[in-house]
Protein backbone atom coordinates (compact mmCIF):
# COMPACT_ATOMS: atom_id res chain seq x y z
CA UNK A 1 0.00 0.00 0.00
CA UNK A 2 2.82 2.65 1.06
CA UNK A 3 4.42 1.94 -2.92
CA UNK A 4 1.46 2.94 -4.01
CA UNK A 5 0.85 6.02 -2.52
CA UNK A 6 4.64 6.37 -3.00
CA UNK A 7 4.86 5.98 -6.66
CA UNK A 8 1.43 8.16 -7.07
CA UNK A 9 2.89 11.11 -4.94
CA UNK A 10 6.22 11.01 -6.47
CA UNK A 11 4.71 11.51 -9.80
CA UNK A 12 2.07 14.09 -8.98
CA UNK A 13 5.35 15.70 -7.02
CA UNK A 14 7.63 15.71 -9.97
CA UNK A 15 4.99 16.77 -12.38
CA UNK A 16 3.69 19.75 -10.43
CA UNK A 17 7.05 21.03 -9.36
CA UNK A 18 8.62 20.75 -12.89
CA UNK A 19 8.87 24.69 -13.03
CA UNK A 20 10.69 24.86 -10.56
CA UNK A 21 12.87 22.04 -11.38
CA UNK A 22 14.21 23.52 -14.15
CA UNK A 23 14.29 26.75 -12.59
CA UNK A 24 16.62 25.74 -10.00
CA UNK A 25 18.36 23.56 -12.39
CA UNK A 26 19.19 26.91 -14.95
CA UNK A 27 20.19 28.75 -11.87
CA UNK A 28 22.57 26.02 -10.93
CA UNK A 29 24.08 25.07 -14.07
CA UNK A 30 24.93 28.98 -14.14
CA UNK A 31 26.47 28.60 -10.35
CA UNK A 32 28.03 25.49 -10.05
CA UNK A 33 27.96 24.29 -13.94
CA UNK A 34 26.58 20.82 -12.73
CA UNK A 35 22.83 21.43 -11.22
CA UNK A 36 22.37 17.30 -10.16
CA UNK A 37 24.84 15.75 -7.90
CA UNK A 38 24.45 11.99 -7.83
CA UNK A 39 25.90 9.79 -4.72
CA UNK A 40 26.17 6.11 -3.54
CA UNK A 41 23.93 5.78 -0.99
CA UNK A 42 23.13 2.62 1.39
CA UNK A 43 19.31 1.31 0.42
CA UNK A 44 17.10 -1.31 1.60
CA UNK A 45 19.14 -4.63 3.08
CA UNK A 46 22.40 -2.12 2.76
CA UNK A 47 22.18 -2.17 -1.23
CA UNK A 48 23.60 0.42 -3.27
CA UNK A 49 21.13 2.98 -5.13
CA UNK A 50 22.28 6.51 -6.46
CA UNK A 51 20.65 9.44 -4.44
CA UNK A 52 19.72 12.48 -6.92
CA UNK A 53 19.91 15.76 -5.43
CA UNK A 54 20.56 19.80 -6.36
CA UNK A 55 23.78 20.41 -5.85
CA UNK A 56 24.40 22.94 -2.88
CA UNK A 57 28.32 22.74 -2.72
CA UNK A 58 31.14 23.57 -5.02
CA UNK A 59 32.22 20.75 -7.38
CA UNK A 60 35.35 20.19 -5.41
CA UNK A 61 34.49 19.11 -2.47
CA UNK A 62 34.79 15.88 -0.58
CA UNK A 63 32.40 13.19 -0.85
CA UNK A 64 31.14 13.27 2.85
CA UNK A 65 28.42 13.47 5.21
CA UNK A 66 27.20 17.09 5.71
CA UNK A 67 28.31 17.43 9.38
CA UNK A 68 31.97 16.37 8.49
CA UNK A 69 32.13 18.79 5.80
CA UNK A 70 32.52 22.31 5.86
CA UNK A 71 30.11 25.11 5.53
CA UNK A 72 31.99 27.58 3.32
CA UNK A 73 31.65 24.40 0.76
CA UNK A 74 28.09 25.32 0.53
CA UNK A 75 27.70 27.76 -2.22
CA UNK A 76 25.20 31.06 -1.70
CA UNK A 77 22.56 28.95 -3.77
CA UNK A 78 23.06 26.12 -1.94
CA UNK A 79 22.52 27.71 1.29
CA UNK A 80 19.20 28.97 0.34
CA UNK A 81 18.55 25.41 -1.27
CA UNK A 82 18.90 23.72 1.63
CA UNK A 83 17.03 26.02 4.06
CA UNK A 84 14.16 25.69 1.92
CA UNK A 85 14.96 21.93 1.43
CA UNK A 86 14.62 22.23 -2.60
CA UNK A 87 17.51 20.75 -2.77
CA UNK A 88 15.77 17.65 -1.81
CA UNK A 89 13.40 17.77 -4.55
CA UNK A 90 15.28 15.09 -6.95
CA UNK A 91 14.80 12.51 -4.68
CA UNK A 92 10.90 12.67 -5.95
CA UNK A 93 12.71 10.87 -9.00
CA UNK A 94 14.09 8.24 -6.51
CA UNK A 95 10.62 7.81 -4.80
CA UNK A 96 9.42 7.35 -8.31
CA UNK A 97 11.69 4.73 -9.22
CA UNK A 98 11.53 2.48 -6.31
CA UNK A 99 14.48 3.30 -4.58
CA UNK A 100 13.35 5.29 -1.33
CA UNK A 101 10.06 5.81 0.26
CA UNK A 102 8.75 9.52 1.10
CA UNK A 103 8.65 8.17 4.63
CA UNK A 104 11.74 6.17 5.91
CA UNK A 105 15.21 6.67 7.50
CA UNK A 106 17.44 8.79 5.56
CA UNK A 107 20.01 7.41 3.60
CA UNK A 108 23.55 6.83 4.73
CA UNK A 109 26.61 6.79 2.88
CA UNK A 110 29.01 3.81 2.86
CA UNK A 111 31.36 4.91 5.24
CA UNK A 112 29.09 6.28 8.27
CA UNK A 113 30.45 2.93 10.24
CA UNK A 114 28.93 4.28 13.27
CA UNK A 115 25.56 4.65 11.93
CA UNK A 116 25.83 1.80 10.24
CA UNK A 117 26.62 -0.36 13.29
CA UNK A 118 23.91 1.35 15.51
CA UNK A 119 21.33 1.07 12.34
CA UNK A 120 22.21 -2.92 11.81
CA UNK A 121 21.72 -3.41 15.62
CA UNK A 122 18.21 -1.96 15.15
CA UNK A 123 17.23 -3.20 12.13
CA UNK A 124 16.86 -0.16 10.03
CA UNK A 125 17.84 -1.52 7.14
CA UNK A 126 14.58 -3.84 6.56
CA UNK A 127 12.90 -0.78 4.98
CA UNK A 128 13.55 1.04 2.19
CA UNK A 129 15.15 4.78 3.23
CA UNK A 130 12.97 7.96 2.54
CA UNK A 131 12.96 11.51 2.10
CA UNK A 132 11.63 12.20 5.65
CA UNK A 133 11.16 10.57 8.98
CA UNK A 134 10.44 11.17 12.83
CA UNK A 135 14.06 12.07 13.11
CA UNK A 136 14.02 14.48 10.00
CA UNK A 137 10.86 16.56 11.96
CA UNK A 138 12.84 16.26 15.24
CA UNK A 139 15.79 17.92 13.51
CA UNK A 140 17.92 15.03 14.43
CA UNK A 141 20.94 14.95 11.90
CA UNK A 142 23.67 11.80 11.12
CA UNK A 143 26.27 14.05 13.04
CA UNK A 144 24.48 11.89 16.04
CA UNK A 145 24.13 8.18 15.06
CA UNK A 146 23.02 6.10 18.03
CA UNK A 147 20.26 8.81 18.62
CA UNK A 148 19.58 9.13 14.57
CA UNK A 149 19.25 4.61 14.78
CA UNK A 150 17.10 5.07 17.56
CA UNK A 151 14.55 7.82 16.91
CA UNK A 152 14.82 5.72 13.15
CA UNK A 153 13.89 2.13 15.18
CA UNK A 154 11.04 4.41 16.75
CA UNK A 155 9.88 4.73 13.83
CA UNK A 156 10.08 1.89 12.30
CA UNK A 157 8.03 0.44 15.42
CA UNK A 158 4.94 2.72 15.17
CA UNK A 159 5.05 3.33 11.17
CA UNK A 160 1.50 2.61 9.70
CA UNK A 161 -0.68 5.01 7.06
CA UNK A 162 -1.67 7.58 9.66
CA UNK A 163 1.92 7.90 10.66
CA UNK A 164 3.23 7.96 6.87
CA UNK A 165 0.87 10.94 6.59
CA UNK A 166 2.02 12.82 9.64
CA UNK A 167 5.56 13.03 8.96
CA UNK A 168 4.75 14.08 5.35
CA UNK A 169 2.58 16.85 6.50
CA UNK A 170 5.06 17.65 9.21
CA UNK A 171 7.87 18.20 6.74
CA UNK A 172 5.81 19.92 3.77
CA UNK A 173 4.71 22.41 7.05
CA UNK A 174 8.01 23.16 7.63
CA UNK A 175 9.48 20.84 10.58
CA UNK A 176 12.98 20.16 10.47
CA UNK A 177 15.94 21.65 9.68
CA UNK A 178 18.49 19.09 7.76
CA UNK A 179 21.30 18.03 8.02
CA UNK A 180 23.86 20.20 9.68
CA UNK A 181 27.43 21.14 8.56
CA UNK A 182 30.66 22.06 10.59
Known sequence: MVRLFDFFFSLIGIFLLLPIYLLVSVVLFFDTGSPIFIQKRMGINKKPFN??????????????????????????????????????????????????????????????????????????????????GLAQISNIDMSKPELLATYDQKMLNNLNLRSYFYYIFKTITGSGKGDAVK
Open 51 to 132: LYKFRTMHLDTKQAASHLVDSSSITKIGFVLRRIKLDELPQLFNVFFGDMSLVGPRPNLFDQEELIQYRTKFDVYSIKPGIT
